[in-house]
């Protein structure tokens, strides 16, 4: 390193020298392994496919809990901490984008906070169970008992919440609502008598789910069949396949129908989007 004029050489330079020759050799004598972990964070990072499996897709196109890669990354010593498994799905159209039934406001708070917070417990219940970490949040919701009993309730009640809302969200639409069409249509009628006597025992059973959790139109053994689970129960719980669900949690329709819960299930089936529940419904019949 040249001395500059005067015989003083600046300390600052000389630190960023000796950090750079210090983080290459600390890069050369990282373990396999732990390089190993780096990278596949690196990769998963650059990548995004933070959380993909859900519903047999990648849910990270952007997401609140995906972690940037920092630009920083290979220097910092301090970015040894564990890669995030799951992460937010991004809501497929705008906050306001179901207005006037389901206002923008209550949709910012539900997916940014409640769903957020489901997802961050949901990896922190995980922490140090790597194998939980590789798997689907649908194969960890599909052998719970498989799950070590210390982190099961934080996992069904975390992970479930994540994959209620992360299909919920899929399940509205802006422009939605009116009525089922083709083999759905047709299933609805045969099994409820017509579409209004199906939304009147969906409205029910929505109603009829004491305190938090989800009303649920199944395909189970075949049949059409409408179920609510507890709090953030699925339809794994529920023995069914979801065709469409919708969440009476209070957050969900609180700031605009305050105490009214049917208000809310009123306005939801303007909302709803039929053509993923009729996509869901066949896939279901296979
Ligand atoms: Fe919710």
Avoid at 63 to 85: G, I
Wanted: aromatic content about 10%; charged content about 25%.
């Amino acid at each position: 390193m040249p001395t500059p004029p005067g015989g003083r050489v600046d300390s600052d330079v000389v630190e960023r020298g000796l950090r750079r020759r210090y983080n290459r050799a600390q890069k050369s004598t990282r373990p396999p392994k732990l390089r190993a972990s780096m990278d596949r964070r690196k990769f998963l990072a650059t990548s995004g496919i933070f959380g993909a499996g859900l519903f047999g897709a990648s849910n990270a196109a952007s997401s609140l809990l995906h972690a940037e890669p920092r630009p920083d990354f290979e220097s910092n010593l301090n970015l040894e901490d564990k890669p995030v498994a799951f992460s937010v799905p991004p809501l497929p159209y705008p906050n306001d984008a179901l207005e006037p039934y389901i206002d923008a406001r209550t949709m910012e708070i539900h997916h940014d906070k409640h769903h957020g917070a489901y997802v961050t417990n949901l990896n922190k219940a995980l922490e140090g169970h790597p194998d939980l970490q590789a798997k689907s949040i649908d194969d960890i919701l599909k052998n719970l008992d498989s799950v070590p009993e210390n982190i099961r309730g934080a996992v069904r009640n975390n992970g479930g919440g994540h994959w209620n809302h992360s299909l919920f969200w899929q399940l509205m639409k802006k422009g939605g609502g009116g009525e089922p069409k083709g083999d759905l249509a047709a299933a609805i009628n045969a099994s409820f008598g017509s579409f209004a006597g199906f939304k009147e025992k969906f409205k029910a059973a929505g109603l009829g789910r004491f305190g938090s959790g989800w009303a649920w139109l199944l395909v189970k053994d075949g049949k059409l069949t409408i179920d609510s689970t507890a709090n953030q129960d699925t339809q794994y719980i529920a023995g069914g396949k979801a065709v469409i669900g919708i969440d009476v949690w209070e957050h969900a329709y609180y700031l605009k129908y305050q105490n009214v819960r049917g208000d809310y299930i009123d306005a939801w089936w303007n909302v709803v989007n039929w053509d993923k529940a009729a996509e869901l419904y066949s896939a279901a019949k296979k």
